[in-house]
């Protein structure tokens, strides 16, 4: 009996060693291996390691962003060489694929470049569809799985674009391709064939500090966003002459559960439509679509489970309820 | 997650009504009608040159920096030399302190320097030229102040060049990001700092229009100027006018900063420290017209 327990403990304790030594392997292969040197460039042999209690001081309130996502560590190289200006290397560790996405979909803008040379996942790429990388005047900004960086050259050449190019290559080499956040796949391409997305707009976060960076609703989190949330945004066109097009701006938020979807909807009815309060009963509300005209057109809201989603500055009712009535609360596979 | 006061949103800025709302709910302070106000006249200078700067925006022209100052000078005072027009603003037995901006977009050092040798020129004993920005007692130790900011844009304060360069002598500056951005105002009229900002020189040299949080050189752009002023609001107020038509022309559409800059407002109707109504300012532009922006 004794020998018997022995052994199993034995057991367990190997198989723990084995999963420990497995993740660690993994962790060790999908950490990007930035080489040595790079042109004329030539880093430090190990990084600044930023974490979230040391974030501030490396950034002061930019860290704010980060810490809007799932933030795990920083790593900072400084690539430099003589009569040259520096290569910064910022290697943004996020807890999952999502976040690192997130903060690439903060601004879609730069030249896409192709990094991998594994194809990207077949999955729905939704915003600039095939783009995990972006470059632009020296700065590289790239998504690869759980990592999110950023590489700048102080100052742009041909030399240092190469070279900002080439860690872009070597940061992704056999990393996988993730797909993007699947609350994405909620944003329909176009909404009676006369609603299109502005692929180029779609941001994903979990942060009311972000939200209002890209569109302001309040300077307070009036719809309880932490990280618990995910969040798209993004503004749908309707041209209607060759001058003149509209734009509505759409806003989903997921919860955790659909108790806390509840209690932030009527936060924001609260705060943001106070003279329509009277309007509102919490539990006569549920999955029956709202309106209201306010200074800048009409709004629109549904809450469905544990989502809400939002349409701001319709030229009319009709096209709020419309909009919202296209969203497909339940996509495939959940 | 809130507590019961006035939350200020979106829709009072589309009414119009975030002065009113801000003073109600957060700054506790009266807010002065348009309608109360004295005529008031700011005189901003927008001083540019094309040279000022290599094509690739890294190097500063020394030479040609030192004839933008002297031509600033000279334009704000009406002096007819440049040491004259110094001493209406300073005098040499001032102890007189530097506040370029530390981070993102970071005054060019450069432009510290021309200050500096400038106030020698002019008589200030080089003893008497501080570096302040950073801890109050910086600000304590000088008689007068020349504001040195970079125009950019702020990710958590909508704008962050004049009303935010002095946001280390709070001693506390994440309290003033949020909806706080809009006490900014108030950091100037501490006992230490109040009364002592004798020019604000803003370093438009290479310009940040968007809002970061981290520099990004798709929104830097040559704007080669230097914007000068002694009304701080009425400078930060030609600074968003500048960086608001720059998005424009970038995007070809509106493309407002997020979250708006409250603090501007707020500096005039609550902090009296200036105007923020074009109306009110008179912007007087010497050199390079190309792409002004205003």
């Known amino acids: 009996m004794k020998f018997l327990k022995t052994a199993l403990l034995f057991l367990l304790l190997f198989a723990t060693l084995s999963v420990h030594e497995g993740a660690t392997a993994k962790m060790e292969q999908d950490k990007p291996d930035l080489p040595k040197t790079v042109g004329v460039w030539t880093r430090p042999d190990s990084p600044r390691v930023v974490d979230g209690t040391t974030i501030f001081k490396y950034m002061n309130g930019a860290g704010e962003l980060y810490l809007g996502y799932r933030f795990d560590h920083l790593e900072v190289y400084e690539y430099a060489a003589d009569g040259q200006d520096n290569i910064l290397v910022e290697l943004y560790f996020m807890k999952t694929s999502d976040d690192a996405f997130g903060l690439l979909s903060q601004d879609w803008g730069g030249e896409p470049v192709t990094l991998s040379q594994s194809p990207l996942s077949k999955a729905k790429l939704t915003p600039a569809s095939s783009v995990s990388a972006l470059y632009g005047k020296g700065l590289l900004r790239v998504w690869s799985d759980d990592i999110y960086a950023r590489v700048m050259a102080y100052r742009e050449t041909p030399e240092s674009k190469e070279a900002v190019l080439s860690l872009g290559r070597a940061m992704t080499a056999n990393r996988k391709n993730s797909s993007p956040p699947r609350l994405l796949n909620i944003l329909p391409d176009t909404i009676d064939s006369a609603w299109r997305l502005r692929r180029d707009r779609i941001s994903y976060f979990r942060s009311f500090l972000v939200l209002n960076s890209l569109y302001y609703l309040s300077h307070q989190n009036i719809l309880g966003l932490d990280l618990s949330t995910e969040a798209v945004t993004a503004p749908y066109e309707r041209v209607t002459s060759t001058e003149n097009r509209e734009r509505v701006q759409l806003l989903v938020v997921k919860y955790r559960d659909p108790a806390r979807a509840r209690h932030a909807l009527e936060q924001f009815q609260e705060a943001y439509l106070p003279e329509h309060k009277k309007d509102f009963v919490s539990g006569s509300m549920a999955e029956n679509p709202n309106f209201f005209k306010i200074e800048d057109g009409w709004l629109g809201y549904k809450l469905y489970d544990k989502r809400i989603a939002l349409v701001f500055e319709c030229p009319d009712q009709g096209s709020a309820r419309m909009i919202i009535n296209q969203i497909q609360f339940v996509q495939k596979g959940e | ?294």
């Open chain 2, 1 to 294: 997650m809130q507590d019961k006061r006035r939350l200020f949103t979106r829709r009072d800025f589309i009414r119009g009504t975030i002065g009113a709302t801000l003073s109600a709910s957060l700054l506790g302070a009266r807010w002065a009608g348009a309608t109360e106000e004295a005529a008031r006249s700011s005189l901003v200078t927008v001083v540019r040159d094309q040279d000022v700067m290599d094509a690739a925006g890294v190097t500063v022209d020394r030479a040609v920096l030192k004839r933008m100052l002297d031509q600033t000078l000279i334009q704000f005072t009406g002096e007819k030399n440049v040491k004259d027009a110094w001493m209406t603003l300073v005098r040499p037995e001032d102890t007189v302190g530097l506040v370029p901006t530390p981070h993102l977009n970071p005054t060019h050092p450069e432009v510290f320097d021309t200050v500096r040798d400038a106030l020698i020129d002019a008589g200030v004993p080089t003893k008497k030229i501080l570096a302040a920005q950073g801890e109050i007692g910086k600000a304590e130790r000088c008689s007068a102040l020349i504001a040195l900011p970079a125009l950019k844009a702020h990710w958590l304060t909508g704008i962050g060049t004049v009303l935010k360069n002095y946001i280390l002598y709070s001693g506390n500056p994440s309290r003033y990001h949020e909806e706080n951005s809009a006490k900014l105002g108030e950091i100037w009229n501490l006992p230490d700092v109040e009364g002592k900002t004798r020019l604000v020189l803003v370093d438009a040299l290479h310009p940040l229009c968007d809002k970061g949080p981290q520099p990004d050189p798709r929104y830097k752009w040559a704007y080669n100027g230097l914007i000068a002023g002694t009304d701080p609001v009425a400078v930060e107020t030609v600074c968003l006018r500048i960086i608001t038509e720059k998005r424009r022309a970038l995007r070809g559409e509106p493309w407002p900063l997020s979250p708006p800059p409250i603090c501007v407002e707020a500096a005039d109707k609550v902090y009296g420290l200036g105007t923020s109504r074009m109306e009110e300012i008179r912007i007087e532009h010497h050199g390079w017209d190309l792409d002004l922006l205003l």
